[in-house]
């Protein structure tokens, strides 16, 4: 088949397996649309982060991370690569919803290695907002990478094994859920003022979109009721919600919080610079500008001195 349009299908057929359960053209263009939005909203992010002082941009630079990793794992899905196909547990030749096949349904592995970098980012965002304490992020962000590379294994299991990972992915999808709903809450409250409200409005959020995603894969991966069309625009809607909705809101929320306020201490070029040319500020936050022991002079009035610490 040739002419203008999508052809990215025709070109990847060397990886079809005939009779196997693949996207058609509308799934291949929906997945290239997701992927022009994930583009746009990182160069917005990018954009909005060059508005704020140096030291304010972390919550910006991680929302661009997520999203343009995201871009290219729909690139790819996009071109029906990063797929392979798997033995479904369930063929159901008359089933209204067109599942019927050979027996293979194709599994976007590339799906999980998007989420297993830009979950774990999602999540910071969050819980920085929180100001939650570092070895609860740690705990949280374990769980978070047990419950998708369980999700993977099980998406790529042929027999009800499957159902095992699903179980064990639950598990730490309520883990996350109970570390955001008592704990990271808690320290939210503690900060109160925008940094409270921002983690309410976006943590509910969260957490509402994140449980519908174990039933996207019950009905592709797990129970293939859905067919791999279906499957792009379910898990589709969902990534756009999970990251540049959730990304915007984010990013809204910390239009008036400093990363200070949070406890966090990101230094940028000119607090490094006033570092080293007046020892005094370095010394109050208790680091020695030259190491232990340097012989320091008195300030030298260089011109990016002029910043202060505060
Ligand atoms: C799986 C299957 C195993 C059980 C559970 C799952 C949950 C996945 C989630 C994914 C979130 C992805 C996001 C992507 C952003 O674009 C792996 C489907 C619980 C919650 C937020």
């Avoid at 063929?91 to 998007?114: C, H, K, M, N, Q």
């Avoid at 080293?276 to 008195?298: F, L, M, T």
Wanted: glycine residues 12%; neutral net charge.
């Amino acid at each position: 088949m040739s002419g203008p349009g999508n052809q990215a299908l025709n070109i990847n057929s060397v990886v079809a397996q005939h009779g196997n359960l693949e996207i058609t053209n509308h799934g291949s263009d929906w997945y290239y649309a997701v992927c022009a939005l994930m583009g746009i909203t990182t160069l917005v992010f990018m954009g909005l982060a060059f508005m704020k002082p140096q030291g304010d941009r972390v919550f910006h630079y991680i929302t661009a991370g997520i999203t343009a990793v995201a871009c290219i794992a729909y690139f790819a899905m996009g071109s029906n690569l990063g797929q392979v196909p798997i033995q479904a547990e369930f063929v159901r030749p008359y089933s209204r919803w067109g599942v019927g096949s050979a027996g293979t349904r194709e599994i976007f592995y590339a799906r999980y290695l998007d989420w297993v970098i830009t979950t774990p980012l999602l999540l910071l965002d969050l819980l920085l907002t929180a100001g939650v304490p570092t070895p609860t992020i740690l705990a949280t962000l374990l769980a978070d990478e047990i419950m998708i590379i369980t999700g993977l294994i099980g998406a790529l299991t042929q027999t009800r094994f499957k159902w095992g990972f699903w179980a064990f992915g639950m598990l730490a999808l309520f883990f996350i859920a109970y570390e955001l709903l008592f704990d990271a809450r808690r320290h939210a409250s503690v900060l109160g003022g925008d940094a409270k409200r921002t983690f309410l409005l976006c943590g509910n959020f969260l957490l509402f979109i994140w449980f519908l995603y174990p039933i996207a894969w019950g009905l592709s991966e797990g129970g293939n009721v859905i067919h791999p069309d279906g499957e792009a625009v379910f898990y589709g809607v969902l990534d756009i919600l999970a990251k540049p909705v959730f990304g915007i809101l984010l990013i809204w929320g910390h239009r008036r919080i400093s990363t200070s306020q949070l406890g966090l201490r990101v230094r940028d070029r000119s607090h490094f610079a006033s570092e080293k040319y007046n020892p005094g500020n370095a010394q109050r936050d208790g680091v020695h500008p030259e190491g232990p022991g340097a012989n320091v002079g008195p300030p030298t009035g260089h011109p990016m001195a002029t910043h202060t610490n505060v």
